[in-house]
């Protein structure tokens, strides 16, 4: 089922703006009938999108069949709960494990495992902690690739021919973080602890220790949407091109529910789903080329309070 729930904005066809400078293209790239696009290869970029593994609220969620278990008791404050900025749980570990050897034997860039230059990471725990036990111990930040001793998994002919392979840095960004507020699970530790925990974790782009973006109202549907393109863009404007993000289910929900419309059935039920603990979905990011250039500034907190949006049932286990 299509989990797209956002309005359609149509455009007629004299508000269309080009896609690529001066190449004459528009948004709706080749003939419509030619079931095809065509790309620039140096206009894209893979882009590996992975959802936490199970946390300790996932596991709550489901033994109670509600999300009433993830709300903030009355008189105390969130932080104090639990299921605050929740942590995975072992079968999450297990998860995480069993895609880190999924990953050492998946054929990618020519090599018989699928390596990452650049892993993002939403700042909870949960995601932090999934992104280790994928990825392993990052490159410390500061520390050029040709510094780093990382080999290729030891189960590949690459490790046996003494392939050295540096590990990937580890990019904190609060952009790609779950819809916060209301659920305690979605708001974050201070960075101070985060960053004593996750060593070698570059958090330095993140502008507040305190989680100034939790409150008690659920981020609104617009905005969560409106942050996940700006994540898009921060994504395009990035050098590398092997990109992991690891994040959260409705985040992706968000970003994704906004594209597809023009891709066959299966394929836009598969991009738009629901997406399960420890999921990776690959997709290829292309830039138009008309945000190429443009300042990205960080995430900020909004000026308003966030809008309480009421899910449907669907919704209910998707932190």
């Known amino acids: 089922?299509?989990?797209?729930?956002?309005?359609?904005?149509?455009?007629?066809?004299?508000?269309?703006k080009p896609a690529m400078q001066g190449d004459g293209f528009e948004f709706s790239l080749g003939a419509p009938e030619s079931g095809f696009s065509v790309f620039l290869a140096d206009r894209t970029k893979k882009v590996h999108f992975i959802r936490h593994a199970e946390g300790t609220h996932n596991a709550a969620t489901t033994e109670s069949g509600t999300n009433h278990c993830l709300l903030r008791e009355k008189g105390s404050e969130a932080k104090d709960h639990p299921l605050y900025d929740a942590r995975l749980t072992p079968k999450g570990i297990r998860q995480a494990d069993q895609l880190r050897e999924y990953l050492s034997t998946r054929p990618s860039g020519g090599r018989s495992f699928t390596a990452f230059d650049l892993v993002v990471v939403s700042p909870l725990t949960r995601t932090c902690e999934t992104a280790l036990h994928i990825f392993g111990t990052p490159r410390a930040p500061g520390i050029?690739?040709?510094?780093?001793?990382?080999?290729?998994p030891s189960n590949t002919?690459?490790?046996q021919a003494g392939l050295k392979v540096p590990a990937?840095?580890?990019l904190v960004r609060e952009e790609c973080r779950e819809r916060w507020g209301h659920y305690v699970c979605d708001g974050r530790r201070n960075i101070k602890d985060l960053s004593a925990e996750f060593e070698n974790f570059d958090f330095s782009q993140l502008l507040t220790d305190q989680d100034v973006?939790?409150?008690?109202?659920?981020?609104?549907?617009?905005?969560?949407?409106?942050?996940?393109?700006k994540f898009l863009e921060w994504l395009n404007a990035r050098p590398e091109k092997c990109i992991a993000v690891v994040t959260h289910s409705s985040f992706l929900r968000h970003l994704f529910g906004q594209f597809g419309d023009n891709l066959h059935g299966p394929d836009m039920d598969t991009l738009q789903r629901m997406a399960g603990n420890c999921e990776l979905r690959s997709v290829v990011l292309c830039s138009h080329g008309n945000k190429d250039g443009k300042s990205i500034e960080p995430l900020r907190p909004p000026t308003v309070a966030p809008s309480t949006v009421v899910l449907n049932e669907m919704d209910f286990f998707d932190p």
């Open 213 to 229: 973006f939790y409150s008690d109202d659920r981020e609104s549907d617009e905005h969560c949407c409106e942050r996940a393109l």
């Open 144 to 152: 050029p690739a040709f510094l780093d001793a990382g080999m290729a």
């Open 157 to 159: 002919p690459e490790f």
């Open 1 to 16: 089922m299509s989990t797209n729930f956002l309005k359609k904005n149509f455009i007629k066809e004299s508000e269309l």
């Open 168 to 170: 990937p840095r580890f």
